[in-house]
């Protein structure tokens, strides 16, 4: 790629710093970038993925997550693009309607920026191309960018850059998960604290009047996601692999290395073995009373094998790192179950269950998939006193220690539907869109059964809901290493 053509993706320095000199081009550029890289993600790639990206672009393009949080960021950005824009700035409307984003990193850094975009809460937000840089990469994998570490040379990021020039849109459901509990007085979940939750969980203080959860002493967490919520087994491994890393991050220095780690930690986790090493109280039909959501106002519970002992609620077709649990619905399922493939923008989660990992191995099939439990735009799991006092829970790749009830308390998690965000899709793109000319019309109708979020009911108004995206859910603390993002 030769230097004109880079200058397509140029964005100049005063668009990012009010008060600076305005920068005169021919012409607009056709696709300017911004790129945000987790420096510390897989291994030594991230640091030198930044400095070929810097190499090419302007440095001011090209942040690094180790140093600036993508919401000052683009907070700042978008203020000034308004402030350009009614001083009559030319060049700063074109900037704002063709703006991409790259995202390099795992699923944790690339779901941080999704919500950080869906905060801005923008007329036209801004499209996400995702580099695999994490252990499970989920994410890129949905949308056609691969799920090995991509190469860091000027060639292989000028071929990068060149997709996400030629990148169509697409839409993807974003999901808002709500949860109450009682915080644990003592016990420890080392080397991991007690309710280290995942980023994208944060402590919210007000709650309607109306709820009836609304008790002294619970405290309620609230996010959301993009890819998956799992619960059981599965989530218990990605504990131990995480908890391994922080306590030895120098063994985790690429992506093999971390992949046969998390291996092994599955068979030592007794994951193949299930049924010797998993006591049956932590299955999930022992732990949880799990009710879905069809169609609108209408909760029923779901039932759960006894044998079940993980549940994953899925939104893209890729899980574990390229696996995909749902897999298609033959024309039988479909019509006596109303199954339908896993479209993701249509406003439904497909809940599956696995009993071990050997079950999971079937995934591997052309045909394999896991236990097809239900298709929700609602679904809410209820935690009652039980022979466990905890379970293992994850979000997009990354897991928590969760405490259960000790007395006579309950723990709810309860997952809906918010509404979208915008990715950008590779030709190799194997998540399938219900406005995809090709796609059945009997499976549109999904899209309308949940009513519309104004008509939901349940314990919060339409209006509390939408804080999933209020600027602090996404935020991360000034503490936080974003070496442990996934």
């Not at 950080?116 to 990469?137: F, M, Q």
């Not at 052309?366 to 935690?383: C, T, V």
């Amino acid at each position: 790629m030769d230097e004109h053509a880079l200058k397509e993706f140029y964005i100049p320095k005063y668009i990012f710093v009010p008060d600076s000199k305005a920068e005169v081009l021919p012409h607009a550029p056709k696709n300017p970038i911004m790129v945000f890289i987790n420096s510390k993600s897989g291994g030594q790639l991230g640091g030198e993925l930044l400095r070929t990206y810097r190499q090419l672009l302007s440095e001011a393009q090209v942040i690094d997550l180790g140093e600036e949080a993508p919401d000052k960021v683009l907070y700042k950005l978008y203020a000034n693009l308004e402030r350009l824009k009614s001083n009559g700035d030319v060049l700063a409307p074109e900037i704002e309607h063709k703006l991409r984003l790259i995202v390099a990193g795992g699923d944790g850094t690339a779901g941080w920026l999704l919500g950080v975009v869906s905060d801005l809460k923008l007329t036209r937000p801004p499209p996400i191309a995702t580099v695999p840089l994490g252990t499970g990469n989920n994410l890129p994998f949905s949308f056609g960018w691969g799920k090995k570490n991509p190469g860091i040379d000027h060639k292989s990021v000028e071929y990068f850059l060149n997709q996400v020039m030629n990148a169509r849109e697409m839409k993807i459901d974003s999901w808002h998960i709500i949860m109450r509990m009682r915080a644990p007085k003592e016990g420890s979940c080392d080397p991991i604290a007690p309710l280290e939750l995942p980023h994208s969980l944060h402590a919210f203080h007000r709650v309607s009047h109306t709820d009836s959860l609304n008790v002294e002493g619970y405290h309620t967490f609230r996010g959301g996601f993009w890819n998956y919520f799992s619960m059981g087994m599965d989530a218990q491994v990605s504990y131990a692999f995480h908890s391994e890393r922080k306590l030895h991050p120098e063994k985790f220095k690429n992506q093999l290395i971390n992949q046969s780690t998390y291996a092994k930690l599955g068979c030592t986790q007794g994951w193949f073995c299930a049924s010797l090493f998993h006591p049956s109280s932590r299955n999930i039909a022992q732990l949880a009373k799990v009710k879905i959501m069809k169609k609108h106002g209408h909760w029923e519970e779901l039932h759960i094998p006894h044998s079940i002992r993980s549940i994953v609620c899925l939104n893209l077709p890729s899980f574990s790192g390229g696996l995909n649990p749902w897999g298609t619905p033959n024309h039988n399922k479909a019509r006596d179950r109303g199954l339908t493939p896993p479209y993701v923008d249509d406003g439904l989660l497909e809940v599956v269950g696995f009993r071990d990992a050997w079950h999971g191995l079937v995934l591997l099939a052309p045909s394999g998939h896991g236990n097809r439990l239900a298709q929700a735009h609602r679904i809410r799991f209820e935690f009652h006193r039980a022979a466990a006092d905890h379970t293992y829970m994850r979000i997009d790749g990354e897991p928590w220690k969760q405490p259960l009830p000790e007395d006579d308390d309950t723990v709810v998690v309860e997952i809906s539907h918010l509404g979208q965000a915008s990715m950008l899709a590779a030709p190799g793109c194997i998540s399938k869109s219900i406005l995809d000319p090709s796609t059945p019309p009997s499976a549109s109708h999904h899209l309308d059964d949940g009513g519309s979020p104004e008509d939901s009911d349940g314990d919060e108004s339409w209006e509390e809901r939408r804080k999933f995206g209020a600027a602090n859910t996404f935020k991360l603390s000034e503490d936080i290493d974003v070496a442990h993002l996934s």
